[in-house]
């Protein structure tokens, strides 16, 4: 069984990770050139080339607050038609939900004196987050990013067909709003 985490932005992150959690395939993914669309188009031809029919797949939702938001909106919904054309499902994961599976808030500090993390501070923090969780680095971030999703999708299939929990808290909280269909 292959689980699969897809980052869609400018540069996509792709990874597929086995049922034990380990790597089988990790790509930043950038297309061909630098115009749009073919650049566009030829990133999601090469992404769907890696797809399977059976794979578990989880894609990172919407960011609102991107500089790139249209671009990585079409990019984004680009991904969505091709997975749907081959009839295959994903879980979408909202983008807080996957800095929540790694215990990630958003915010540095103490009770009383908190400060929001920006850009590449939260960038920073995942990065620092997944190599605690899972022992995992990749010099992208959206491939980091992909990593985390597929580990998402493990844990969503597992939380489907099982009743076993090795979560931390968090964790399960994602999931389990997964699960319910609220993100």
Known sequence: ???????????????????????????????????????????????????????????????????????NGGIGWGIRMALDARKLSYIEVAPNALKKYVGVTGWTGEAGSKKRLTGPQKKKAVKNAVIEHFNYTHKSDNVIDAYVLAQIALSHFVAQETDSNQLMNYQAQVIETILKGAI
């Open 1 to 71: 069984m292959r689980f699969v985490g897809i980052d869609p932005s400018t540069k996509t992150g792709f990874v597929v990770i086995n049922e034990n959690g380990q790597v089988m395939r990790e790509k930043e993914i950038t297309g061909i050139g630098t115009i749009d669309p073919k650049r566009m188009r030829t990133m999601i031809v090469d992404l769907m080339a890696h797809i399977q029919k059976d794979d578990v797949i989880a894609i990172e939702g919407f960011g609102f607050a991107s500089q790139q938001a249209v671009q």
